[in-house]
């Protein structure tokens, strides 16, 4: 029986190879880098469509043949978009993922800079100064080396506002100046956050003159760069600046323009989700193509995993079949030993009974071999003897052994008091 078993896991291995051999030769060829991935990603994200961002990540990294550097990019957007939905726990996680995969490479010293500031801006945003500010220390005393223009833009405004918190307003303005330096010149879009902060700054050093023109050129990049969201961003910083200043007509008026902001927004929102959905029945229709293309080589691999699925099957049926009769065959074996065992036992039972007097029996056990051959149970004679059912099982054991038998039946045929 053995051997059948054995043969049957061989054969079931050799068929799953086989098997796994065709499922890795139907590869569709994936055109998708992370460089078109990205601005698929950018065009549903400006729409707010993060269920079809996330989505797209999704799939992206769970192809085996994508790289470990794309996936580590791949798992810093996902982090990022996380971040933008306030599930800063489920960003955390990504980081983490994110770092496995970028140590692989060869960077990972830049990995490593990088993980530690896109870590100090999910705590920034969950209000854990403390720990952005280690963060951003530990960055600062290797000069934030090998982090892009991007990552100085941020780190120097959260800088600067660590620098207001504590009322070194000289420094915060100087950092302040540089992440807009860097803005202006690589990233005009992201002015409007350093803008904000300097608003803030302005106002505490009562400079209405400069806080007022950082308003508006805030506003200016925001509008320019049709970003309304930075754009709410600004007017909100200036809502929030009147009413810390007691000044409620201007806190009102900046309120009324958040107001409006936000209602415009919400339908450009629904603008962009029109052309997002166009834009995926054109990247629909090019994957229907593609896939007609290739629907030869589809048929002619899903005709061989069904063919060798129906040999799998009627190998598994031929090995069940054998191993039932095998199966049948061990229980005829031991029904027929059985029988032969009682006729045996009823043949000598039949010739004599052997007297219990002539067996060193004590009084008690030859009272429970009485109570046994008066087809008392267990449980009854343990309540008639006073004693507990293990004790009865230990006497009849030793009776057993004593008597050379096996089975309460033998007792009772081949046995007299």
């Not at 200016?220 to 810390?244: D, G, P, T």
């Not at 060193?360 to 071999?369: F, G, V, Y």
Request: glycine share 2%; net charge positive; charged share 25%.
């Amino acid at each position: 029986m053995d051997f059948y078993f054995c043969k049957k896991q061989h054969l079931m291995k050799n068929v799953l190879l086989l098997f796994a051999l065709l499922i890795s030769g139907f590869i569709y060829a994936n055109n998708i880098t992370i460089d078109s991935l990205k601005k698929q990603i950018a065009a549903a994200n400006n729409s707010e469509n993060y269920d079809f961002s996330i989505q797209l990540l999704s799939t992206f990294l769970s192809d085996k043949n994508v790289s470990a550097s794309d996936k580590y990019q791949a798992y810093l957007i996902k982090a990022n978009i996380y971040r933008k939905l306030f599930k800063y726990e489920h960003a955390l996680h990504h980081l983490d993922l994110a770092l496995e995969e970028g140590i692989k490479g060869s960077n990972i010293f830049t990995v490593q800079q990088e993980i530690k500031a896109e870590r100090s801006f999910i705590y920034f945003d969950k209000q854990e100064f403390d720990k952005a500010e280690k963060l951003l220390k530990e960055l600062e005393k290797t000069t934030y080396h090998s982090l892009n223009p991007k990552y100085l833009l941020f780190l120097y405004t959260q800088k600067g506002y660590f620098l207001l918190k504590d009322q070194k307003y000289e420094a915060s303005e100087k950092i302040l100046n540089e992440a807009l330096k860097i803005a202006m010149l690589h990233f005009p879009t992201e002015s409007p956050i350093v803008y904000g902060k300097q608003i803030e700054l302005y106002n505490l050093i009562n400079d209405p003159i400069k806080r007022d023109q950082a308003y508006h050129s805030g506003i200016e990049a925001a509008q320019k760069a049709n970003n309304l969201k930075y754009e709410f961003y600004v007017h909100e910083i200036m809502k929030n600046v009147f009413s810390s200043n007691n000044d409620y007509k201007n806190a009102f008026y900046h309120q009324k323009k958040c107001d409006s902001v936000f209602s415009l927004y919400n339908s450009n929102i629904k603008s962009s989700r029109i052309e997002l959905l166009e834009q995926q029945l054109k990247e629909q229709q090019y994957e229907y193509e593609l896939n007609h293309k290739q629907n030869f080589l589809f048929w002619l691999i899903l005709f061989s995993v069904v063919l060798m699925l129906v040999v799998f099957l009627l190998i598994k049926l031929y090995m069940n079949s054998k191993e039932k009769q095998l199966l049948m065959e061990e229980e005829n074996q031991r029904i027929h030993e059985e029988i032969r065992y009682h006729v045996k036992l009823a043949k000598t039972a039949g010739e004599r009974k052997t007297n219990l007097s002539s067996f060193n029996l004590t009084e008690r056990q030859l009272a429970i071999i009485e109570l046994v051959q008066k087809g008392k149970s267990n449980k009854e004679i343990a309540a008639e003897l006073f004693i507990s059912s293990n004790t009865v099982k230990y006497h009849l054991k030793t009776i057993y052994t004593l008597l050379n038998i096996k089975q309460r039946n033998e007792l009772l045929i081949l046995y007299s008091s």
